[in-house]
């Protein structure tokens, strides 16, 4: 069983940044895909960026250049760096760990999850 804790959202302005942290408690997280996933009110979950045990990493269309996520150099963390946000990246975000390599872009693909945490853009 691996809990996942997210942290680091917060309320923004348009243009600013913000790095979410996630902490799977108990369990390195190098054998696991990661994923950072959000919704917003209304709106169906959706995968924002993915990355792969061995490193490869795959973003969503709205976020590239502008999302990055990484893990940190004893694999118990994982980050997502966001930068240039906008009112659309309003939304709670969740981290995601499965054991598996596909890495898949869908919810139903993703074992564990975290509680989230809620980020806003304000214009």
């Known amino acids: 069983q691996v809990q996942l804790v997210e942290s680091g959202g917060a309320s923004v302005q348009t243009g600013g940044s913000l790095r979410l942290s996630c902490v799977g408690s108990g369990h390195r997280l190098s054998a696991y895909s990661l994923a950072w996933f959000r919704q917003a009110p209304g709106k169906e979950r959706e995968g924002v960026a993915r990355?792969?045990?061995?490193?490869?990493?795959y973003y969503e269309d709205s976020v590239k250049d502008r999302f990055t996520i990484s893990k940190d150099n004893a694999e118990t963390i994982l980050y997502l760096q966001m930068k240039s946000l906008k009112p659309e990246d309003s939304a709670v975000y969740y981290c995601?760990?499965?054991?598996?390599?596909?890495?898949?872009?869908?919810?139903?693909?993703?074992?564990?999850w975290g509680q989230g945490t809620q980020v806003t853009v304000s214009s």
């Open positions: 990355i792969r045990a061995d490193g490869m990493a």
């Open positions: 995601a760990a499965d054991p598996g390599l596909a890495c898949p872009a869908y919810v139903s693909g993703w074992l564990y």
